[in-house]
């Protein structure tokens, strides 16, 4: 490639405007069914899979280590209400139901977003194939014992839905949007273990002139506006899937749990979460660009702040705060409490975080309880004493190393990505 791809944001736009053009393949779908799509996407403003909405299931090939689709439950763990939110297929963490936790998100309190149903994978079963024209031979297949003897790596990451934080678009700026009601519990920080992408793309003989590595997930096909889209793939550049990516096996130091993608899922670094694709089993090796559904048409910005036909595709998530504390909550006046909270930036490391207890009016530095890094967040408390009574708001504004600070108000779109302005927290002091 005449340059480096490893930004999603010109990696996307690269591969947008090669597809308009012809010069990028259609992954899986015909291109007439990704232009009607598009078309349908761009007139109404939103994507029905691309919002998280709950999307239609089809039969699908069976593929090794794949079950069948079958009615029931669509999450293995249980979701209790004191943890979760639960949202169409998906299930959202109760942000107070971290306070106490740690830096990590245990795993039955971690967010869940499916796009159909969690599948039930065996690990004995389970095979990676990898495969394609950017390979210096046929198809490599790799069994879970083979994948977990590789050297193995571990990283402590986030992985954030691109839609977290998307209901305060509506309850807090009156302004419409489609899809999952996520308030900011769609987040989640993780040990992951496994082995590098870029060792297995190695061992399956990926040559020079590949340029796209296609993910496939072993979930039940989607489809959105009368299309069948296949499962769930979204394509990386060759130098992002070389450099940080991970196969991992085990979370928190656990074997991965169905529902956050095992036995074996990817985990890409500051990508956004559908990047991250769950219960892999299938990688594409190409040497011409590719395109997929996930891969730029869904992941725009509709509304009067963009463009008619849509901005340039989503990049990486944006910087948030969020209370360890119930939405509406009651506390007692003349009574000193601890708020906690987090904060998190996929740009830069959070340096600062503000607390306001009077709507916005004054506002104390919070002390912070972490060291600010990369791909995680920061814990922060700040003590306070309620003087009166009556219902008032907790504000939390979070300022990261590239010295952007969250704003008052988040720009609309009306797929609701990428809230960033600071959330007006209700409170009622008695």
Known sequence: ?????????????????????????????????????????AA???LGVATGAPAAAAGSA?????????????????????????????????????????PLTPIDRFFVRNHTSTPRVDAGGWRL??????????????SYERLRALRAVERTLFIECAGNGRSFYTTQQGQPVTGTAWTLGAIGV?????????????????????????????????????????????????????????????MNGQPLPPDHGGPVRLVVPDWVGISSIKW????????????SPWNTDMYRLFGPEHPAQGSA???????????ELELGATVPVHRTRLLTGRSWSAAAPVTRVEVSTDGGGHWRRARMHDAPRRGGWVRWSLPWTPRTTGATALLARATDAS???????????????????????????V
Not at 14 to 41: E, P
Not at 69 to 98: I, Q, Y
Not at 314 to 323: C, D, E, H, I, P
Not at 415 to 429: E, N
């Open 129 to 142: 194939k990898v495969w394609g024209d950017g390979l210096a031979g046929g198809p490599v297949e790799f």
């Open 1 to 41: 490639m005449p340059f480096d791809l490893s930004d999603e944001s010109r990696y996307d736009r690269t591969r947008l405007r090669q597809w308009a053009r012809g010069r990028a393949r259609s992954a899986g779908v015909d291109r007439r069914d990704l232009l009607k799509l598009f078309a349908v996407g």
């Open 313 to 323: 595709p989503l990049t990486r998530q944006t910087l948030k705060s969020a209370f």
């Open 403 to 429: 010295g952007r600070t969250q704003p008052e108000t988040s720009v609309h779109n009306t797929q609701g990505y990428l809230f960033d302005a600071v959330v007006r927290h209700p409170v009622t002091v």
């Open 62 to 102: 069976a593929t090794p280590g794949a079950p069948a689709a079958a009615a029931g439950p669509v999450t293995v763990k249980p979701l209790p209400p004191e943890l979760f939110t639960l949202r169409g297929t998906n299930a959202e963490t109760n942000f107070a139901a971290l306070r106490g936790t740690g």
């Open 190 to 250: 993780a040990r992951w273990r496994g082995a590098r992408l870029s060792d297995v793309l190695r061992l399956a003989g990926v040559t020079r002139g590949a340029v796209d590595v296609l993910p496939s997930g072993l979930d039940d096909e989607v489809i959105a506006n009368g299309v069948n889209l296949g499962r769930v793939r979204r394509p990386l550049p060759v130098a992002k899937a070389l450099d940080d990516v991970l196969l991992a096996y085990e």
């Open 280 to 291: 892999v089993g299938d990688i594409e090796v190409s040497d011409e660009p590719l395109y």
């Open 44 to 46: 109404a403003g939103s």
